[in-house]
């Protein structure tokens, strides 16, 4: 029901409509999905589709702020999902990295990062379609790196989505796996889910950012119907 529908999309079912979900509830399979929960300045928050530090969150930050204009409000989710991307890659080519004190299950990848995501699912934000084989029932999470040198390649993924091709650049994006994310940095907005932090009303007079992130395997239960469609290959 939403503009991305990123869940539905995971779960193969949002081709399907309201009324045949609901009509296949009877027969329908449960599906556990992993949840995670990132601890920082603002307490302790759940998310189902991912935290990230980066291109996406200060996208999402200009957004929310009215900051910008330039998206389309003609009201249909494929032109503003369209003029999203068409916003990060302009932020990708102007933006900048955020560099980041970083410990995956205990190892330290810190760096300079122009993009952090840790996703639970395949998709993120205007069906960025990050991590292909994304297993959302593993009890892990699947944690999308792009520093400075990997710019070029985020920015062939985002012109392939714009021009609806097929895309090889997203597989060269580096992922890793991990149960225990550690992030620590200075000055930069964050993401969980469709919300970004800090808001106005939200900021705290602190030097940095440290954020604790686990996940919690099988935490959610999505009823599944038969009719359901199979998760895309390609986006």
């Not at 389309?72 to 933006?95: F, T, W, Y």
């Not at 889910?193 to 239960?221: F, M, Q, T, Y």
Request: some cysteine; overall charge positive.
């Amino acid at each position: 029901m939403g503009t991305a529908n990123n869940i539905a999309n995971t779960l193969g079912i949002a081709e399907v409509t309201v009324q045949n979900l609901i009509r296949g509830w009877k027969t329908a399979r449960c599906v556990n999905v992993d949840a995670g929960v990132a601890k920082g300045p603002w307490g302790s928050q759940y998310f189902v589709e991912g935290f990230g530090i980066g291109l996406f969150a200060e996208a999402m930050h200009r957004i929310e702020s009215g900051k910008i204009d330039e998206l389309p409000d003609s009201g249909r989710s494929e032109h503003i999902m369209n003029g999203v991307l068409a916003l990060l890659k302009k932020q990708l080519r102007d933006g900048r990295s955020v560099k980041m004190t970083v410990r995956l299950d205990g190892k330290d990848v810190s760096g300079d990062y122009v993009l952090l995501e840790a996703l639970n699912i395949c998709f993120i934000g205007p069906n960025l379609y990050l991590v292909p084989h994304a297993d959302i029932s593993d009890g892990f999470l699947d944690v999308v790196f792009v520093t400075r040198r990997e710019r070029a390649k985020l920015g062939r993924y985002l012109t392939e989505r714009l021009k609806r091709k097929k895309s090889r650049s997203r597989s060269k994006l580096t992922t890793r796996k991990g149960r225990h994310l550690q992030v620590e940095w200075e000055s930069s907005p964050i993401h969980l889910d469709d919300k970004h932090w800090p808001r106005e009303k939200d900021r705290v007079p602190v030097r940095s950012n440290a954020i604790d992130i686990k996940i919690h395997p099988g935490a959610l239960v999505f009823l599944v119907p038969k009719t359901r469609k199979p998760i895309p290959t390609q986006s």
